[in-house]
């Protein structure tokens, strides 16, 4: 038994892993009823179902297999391959089955027991029982297996496997020798086949060395090269499909008579945006860009209307103005100074550095008093304040102006006319 095991190779173990799975599945779907089998089916080849559980089986053994022959981990690639190869086996087998089973062939006790235990036994048993020392093949050790087999499962099972096997192998062989003598030559297709490789022709010819030609006594002339090209022009055919096409192009940029259209349409949104009451509701149903409602610092808005709004009153509407390809106007709707809208400037200093509060205080009181006097403060920030982060800025501190406003836009550029 044990020299059986160290000897079984890749096809016992993969046969005795389908017979295995075949079993767990019969145990796992025992009780199922018959009309739900088919529910557990992968698929069918010619009317005979495919079990989903022992075909993923059999897909997982590939994959193991081919990671052991790669190396590395399972890939999704590597998994589609494996289905496909399993599938299909499926086909092959289950085909080559079926048209055994038509014919009716078949191995028969004796013949199965000649390719076991005969003169001349099957190739798989010859490799399953050769002595790898010795490289010989040792009858006896069949035998004594076969015999084991008989009172011990385990290797019953792998005995069976390899009669299986055997047997399947056979039938195989007698299959392809029926449809390799079935194919046969004719008397006429050997004779031609005869003739093609024996025909004997007598010619003679006379070999002209280009070499031995000197290129100055060779004076080609218009006629020889339209000859030479009249002879072989069908070469120089093309033989793609070429279609002629005529198109007519449309210039989409805006004319004189489009740019008044726009300009009169956004004079009356203006007008309409200055006479609102809801400018958030005329704004959403009108303006092409979104601009959410809140304060607005300089510079936050396009030049042209940063220049103007922040000296509107509120009420005001202001534009409008061109700016890329879309006009664009504003309403004021109310303008507040706030705590970052103010330039701020300080001069920080560090009590501990400078020997207690009390001396901070004295000496922050002579700075104020320098400021008061005219004295630059940024000057004296980077002179004593300890504050790294607004000493470089001369002390300034962040500054803003913010107003709420609203867009209205209208494309121009891009504006596209139908064609006519």
Do not use: C
């Not at 007698?174 to 004719?186: A, D, E, G, W």
């Not at 007598?202 to 280009?210: A, E, G, H, R």
């Amino acid at each position: 038994m044990s020299y059986l095991r160290s000897r079984a190779g890749l096809v016992i173990f993969v046969i005795g892993l389908a017979i295995i799975a075949f079993l767990l599945g019969d145990v796992i779907n025992y009780g199922t009823p018959f009309w739900m089998k088919s529910q557990n089916e992968v698929g069918s080849v010619n009317g005979e179902g495919i079990d989903y559980q022992t075909f993923n089986v059999q897909v997982d053994q590939a994959v193991a297999g081919f990671q052991q022959q790669m190396g590395g981990g399972s890939s999704p690639q590597m998994r589609s391959y494996a289905v496909q190869q399993v599938w299909n086996q499926y086909i092959s087998e289950e085909l080559l089955k079926q048209e055994i089973d038509k014919i009716g062939i078949t191995v028969g006790k004796d013949e199965l027991n000649s390719l076991v235990f005969g003169e001349n036994p099957s190739l798989q048993i010859i490799q399953q029982f050769t002595n790898p020392q010795t490289g010989q093949f040792d009858k006896n050790q069949v035998a004594m297996v076969s015999a084991e087999a008989k009172n011990n499962p385990e290797l019953a099972a792998q005995w069976e496997a390899l009669l299986e096997s055997v047997r399947a192998q056979r039938l195989n062989e007698k299959y392809s020798n029926l449809v390799s003598n079935s194919i046969y030559t004719t008397a006429l297709e050997a004779e031609q086949e005869h003739n093609s490789r024996n025909k004997i022709a007598n010619f003679k010819y006379v070999m002209l060395d280009y070499a031995s030609v000197k290129d100055a006594e060779i004076k080609l002339s218009d006629n020889d090269y339209k000859e030479y090209y009249d002879k072989r022009k069908k070469a120089f055919k093309n033989t793609e499909e070429v279609r002629s096409l005529e198109y007519i192009t449309f210039d989409a940029r805006p004319t004189a008579a489009d740019t008044a259209m726009i300009v009169s349409e956004i004079n009356q949104l203006k007008s309409d945006l200055q006479n609102s009451t809801t400018e958030e509701q005329f704004v959403a149903s009108t303006s092409e860009t979104k601009y959410p409602v809140r304060y607005y610092s300089r510079n936050q808005l396009n030049p042209a209307l940063d220049s103007v709004v922040f000296n509107a009153a509120s009420g005001t509407v202001v534009g409008p103005f061109l700016s890329g390809n879309v006009y664009e106007i504003a309403k004021v709707l109310d303008t507040k100074f706030s705590p970052d809208s103010v330039e701020a400037s300080h001069i920080l200093l560090n009590p501990v550095a400078e020997g207690g509060v009390e001396k901070a205080k004295v000496k922050a009181d002579s700075i104020k008093q320098l400021i008061q006097r005219g004295e630059s403060i940024a000057g004296l920030a980077v002179e004593f304040s300890v504050d790294e982060g607004s000493k470089v800025n001369g002390g300034s501190l962040a500054h803003s102006l913010a107003v709420v406003w609203y867009q209205l836009l209208k494309k121009l550029l891009s504006e596209e006319k139908p064609a006519m």
